[in-house]
């Protein structure tokens, strides 16, 4: 049967075009169309890394994903090679002291420009405001459904079509129920690497950062840490350990962040430098007690939950039972988590689909079938991770659908 494409792919975003672009490479002559819902293809990754698109990482581990993408190992050794890739596109790339990579511009339309230039350069047809609803059909012969009515037919798919997080956000529901009836499991979407929203947050702590150990503690007894700087805002904690920490938050369960606000000195070298203060400030204000040590808001927070009349004492005043409240509660500073921010400010979804081939991302239920980027069940921390695993998996479905039309010939 004649059909539009022979590899269809719904979605022109991170994953959708470096599909385009493997497939092409490995299959050439391979006729390609990406549907993207929005005006213009690409828009979500503008918005990445403050709009210089952090696209990966030097650090690239199996660790710094979840645990569902271990079973994906493969795909992110074999497509692992950001640099060149996009070297082979005509973007150079750059590190920061961390290991965040870069474009060298510094500037996320950059890397958009060479995706877009390389997938069409291949011969892809990229049709934008083509908001795709169902899926219809089998391998060989699949019928792709859009929201106005048009109707467009291929022998292999590709669904590279994103998750909920963020302002270019889009949930997908009647194309994932269409999935579904074709028996693909999802796990719920749930908004990651965002911000966690807290009960009881003082309020002279809002706009203040201060770096700590941080500890996501859930209720049924895990415990994830990350270190770095943490930012308090109106009723919500953030900054890339907490967004991190995030991942592992279901956003109902009972949950406690607790902060280390010293992590490199024990609870007894913070009293000794209390208690060096009090000798050499006796009369200053008490609420000034830990100037030396923490952000002034912070130690105000800690000196008021210990003294509740510190506004009104003097540094000589302490006692040395509150010395020890005080230094025990700047190595232990807990917030009990309420929730988690909404999907317009996440940076990514956990959840997606689940079961799917190791290696080439085809469904196990619907052969000719793939899944890549945001929609598959892998998430990883901040820092480039998620544009890797963007890139790899588009480069791997991309590929194996190719392999399979050779195949077929």
Not at 37 to 55: E, H, I, M, Q
Not at 72 to 80: I, P
Not at 147 to 153: E, N, Q
Not at 326 to 336: E, M, N
Request: glycine residues 12%; hydrophobic residues 40%.
């Amino acid at each position: 049967m004649r059909t539009d494409a022979d590899i269809l792919i719904i979605g022109a975003g991170a994953s959708g075009m470096a599909a385009a672009i493997q497939a092409a490479k490995d299959c050439p002559g391979v006729k390609i169309i990406l549907l993207e819902r929005a005006d213009r293809p690409g828009k979500k990754l503008l918005t990445t890394g403050n709009g210089r698109c952090n696209l990966s990482n030097r650090d690239i581990d199996i660790s710094c994903y979840n645990h569902a993408a271990e079973r994906f190992s493969q795909v992110l050794d074999s497509y692992g090679d950001d640099t060149a890739f996009f070297r082979s596109l005509g973007l150079i790339t750059r590190e920061d002291a961390e290991g965040r990579v870069y474009p060298l511009s510094g500037q996320a339309s950059s890397v958009l420009d060479v995706l877009r230039f390389a997938a069409s350069s291949s011969g892809a047809e990229i049709i934008c405001s083509a908001d795709v609803t169902g899926i219809e059909g089998k391998e060989g012969c699949f019928t792709v459904l859009a929201a106005d009515g048009r109707r467009f037919t291929a022998g292999k798919v590709i669904a590279a079509v994103g998750s909920p997080a963020g302002a270019h956000g889009y949930d997908n529901k009647q194309l994932i129920a269409s999935f579904q009836e074709k028996g693909i499991r999802f796990r719920p979407f749930s908004p990651a690497l965002v911000q966690l929203t807290v009960s009881g947050l003082p309020a002279q702590l809002k706009g203040t950062r201060a770096v700590a150990d941080t500890a996501l503690e859930l209720e049924d007894g895990r415990i994830f840490g990350e270190k770095g700087e943490v930012q308090f805002g109106d009723g919500y904690v953030s900054g890339i350990c907490v967004m991190d920490l995030s991942r592992e938050y279901d956003g109902e369960a009972d949950a406690v962040i607790a902060l280390d606000f010293c992590p490199g000195l024990t609870a007894e070298e913070i009293a000794e430098s209390i208690d060096a203060a009090k000798t050499a400030r006796a009369e200053s204000p008490a609420s000034n007690a830990l100037a030396g040590i923490v952000p002034k808001a912070v130690g105000e927070t800690v000196l008021k939950q210990v003294c509740k009349d510190v506004f009104r004492r003097k540094t000589g005043s302490l006692t040395a039972e509150e010395i020890g409240s005080i230094a025990k509660l700047i190595k232990r500073f807990t917030l009990s988590v309420s929730g988690k921010g909404p999907l317009k400010n996440a940076q990514i979804c956990t959840g997606g689909t689940e079961e799917l081939n190791g290696t080439t991302l085809e469904s196990a239920e619907c052969r000719g079938l793939y899944f890549c980027g945001e929609i598959v069940d892998v998430d990883g921390k901040c820092g480039g991770y998620n544009l890797h695993w963007a890139w790899a998996s588009g480069r791997a479905a991309g590929a194996a659908a190719a392999e399979a039309l050779r195949a077929e010939k």
